[in-house]
């Protein structure tokens, strides 16, 4: 990050940075919400040192004082009344509205927030948008792990704010050997393919749990109206189809349905008629995953794993090993 703190905030205030005028608004993105602190006190650092240590503040410094006051963090106040705020999903959410509120009336012009955070900025824009690296440290694994490519779309779509600029600027900071690979991705279309096929069982599960599936041929019919079914017969070789006549196409789609409604029954949130095998209906552990939106492998451990005598270290165990924390960062 110290690496890339000058040219950070060289993209923020422009190509005259001795000028004391007040830049545009700016959003800089980091990789953890440690960042967020250290980044907006080195912008700072670097305002001062230029002579103008007010320089993102665009607002009466005393009613951005009297705002400031209501933060319950008071590094974050002290960074507020110079005009340069952070936000990140640790944050209370008053101090996330009043940092919110702040940057969108133009009383702050920096808001350094986390990669994870930008699908919270709703109605957030600004004029530069700088992403200061494009990477994180994955702990699980012990390497750096590059960001997913919707997240950097997502990141680079905060830029421009609507009725107010004719034109805005990104700023994405990569390693060398990366820059072709990001110019190559926003420069040149790229077709979007689906993974529908992967997570298709709690798909699958609401739509009974719902009563919109009430027999495999529904859930066949309820495959054709989806993405997947689109772009199966334009890229086959991408879902390992070996032709795209309807003979393969209903083939793939009949083999999908079965082996995904096999695994659901084993799992004990279906049933399939025994009569009719063709029926299927939601159990009361089907209808919890749908209602929670809990992944079915999750509600089938549950129900092996808990019984009256189960403890409270073991209550514990069992919610830790839930498969939707596998995707949560830890601290090692």
């Known amino acids: ?46 305002a001062a040192a230029d002579g103008a240590p007010s320089r993102f503040l665009h607002a009466d410094a005393i009613a951005v004082e009297q705002a400031a006051v209501r933060c319950s963090d008071r590094v974050l106040r002290e960074f507020l009344e110079f005009g340069v705020g952070f936000f990140h999903e640790a944050q ?23 990669r994870q955070s930008c699908y919270s900025l709703d109605a957030i824009h600004a004029h530069t948008v700088v992403i200061m690296g494009a990477e994180r440290f994955c702990g699980r694994e012990h390497r750096y ?9 997502q990141m680079i779509g905060r830029a421009s704010r609507p009725n107010i600029d004719s034109q805005a600027r990104c700023v994405l900071m990569c390693m060398a050997n990366k820059r072709e690979l990001y110019k190559k991705f926003l420069y040149e279309p790229l077709p979007i393919e689906s993974r529908l096929d992967a997570q298709l069982h709690d798909a699958l599960n609401s739509e009974v749990a719902a009563k919109s599936i009430e027999n495999k041929q529904d859930a066949v019919d309820y495959l054709t109206w989806t993405l997947l079914y689109r772009r199966l017969s334009l890229n086959p070789n991408y879902y390992g189809l070996q032709g795209t006549s309807h003979e393969h196409l209903s083939s793939y789609l009949s083999e999908l349905i079965e082996s995904t409604l096999s695994d659901l029954a084993a799992a004990k949130c279906l049933t399939i008629d025994e009569d009719n095998e063709t029926d299927v209906a939601s159990t009361n552990l089907g209808m919890i995953a749908a209602f929670y939106q809990v992944r079915y492998l999750t509600v089938e451990m549950f129900a092996l794993s808990l019984s009256t005598k189960t403890k409270l270290r073991g209550v514990l165990d069992i919610i830790s090993a839930a498969d939707e924390f596998e995707s949560l960062p830890i601290r090692h």
């Open 1 to 46: 990050m110290d690496y890339w703190l000058p040219h950070t905030y060289r993209a923020i205030c422009g190509d005259d940075v001795d000028s004391v005028a007040t830049p545009p608004p700016a959003i800089v993105f980091v990789a953890g919400r440690r960042q967020c602190r250290d980044v907006a006190a080195g912008l700072l650092t670097r």
């Open 92 to 114: 209370p959410a008053s101090d996330r509205r009043l940092v919110l509120d702040l940057f969108s009336s133009g009383s702050i012009r920096v808001l350094v927030t986390t």
């Open 145 to 153: 792990v590059d960001y997913a490519m919707p997240d950097v779309l």
